[in-house]
């Protein structure tokens, strides 16, 4: 079974960057996708990005496109969600998901099994 730590998580101003770090132990991603979802406070936890273990294949919801990128180093074992031109919605807790590659990427939270602890973003106006 594959674990994820996140990292990277804090207070930035809109406009601002940060940059998610989610890193696998007990084993490698090799074979998986990595999702990154993010919850609100008193919302749904919502879908953001997923990215294929080899990095060879991204998606990103409408929201988000052009603002985040999802890359992974297979050399350290972690994917990154590096995010750009913050805005005050995007504020929530992201996490990071792992489920076993498929033809398809899989969007819903019921499809991973293995998730992060979390990390707090809070984009000030």
């Known amino acids: 079974q594959v674990q994820l730590v996140e990292s990277g998580g804090g207070l930035v101003q809109a406009g601002g960057s940060l940059r998610l770090s989610c890193a696998a132990s007990a084993r490698s991603f090799s074979g998986y996708d990595i999702s990154w979802f993010r919850q609100a406070p008193g919302k749904e936890r919502e879908f953001v990005s997923i990215i294929r273990w080899d990095g060879g294949s991204t998606y990103y919801v409408d929201s988000v496109k052009g603002r985040f990128t999802n890359s992974v180093d297979t050399a350290k074992d972690t994917v990154y969600l590096q995010m750009s031109s913050l805005k005050p919605e995007d504020t929530a807790v992201y996490y990071c998901?792992?489920?076993?590659?498929?033809?398809?990427?899989?969007?819903?939270?019921?499809?991973?099994?293995?998730w992060g602890q979390g990390t707090q973003v809070t984009v000030s106006s």
């Open positions: 998901a792992a489920r076993e590659s498929g033809r398809y990427f899989h969007t819903r939270l019921t499809d991973y099994h293995y």
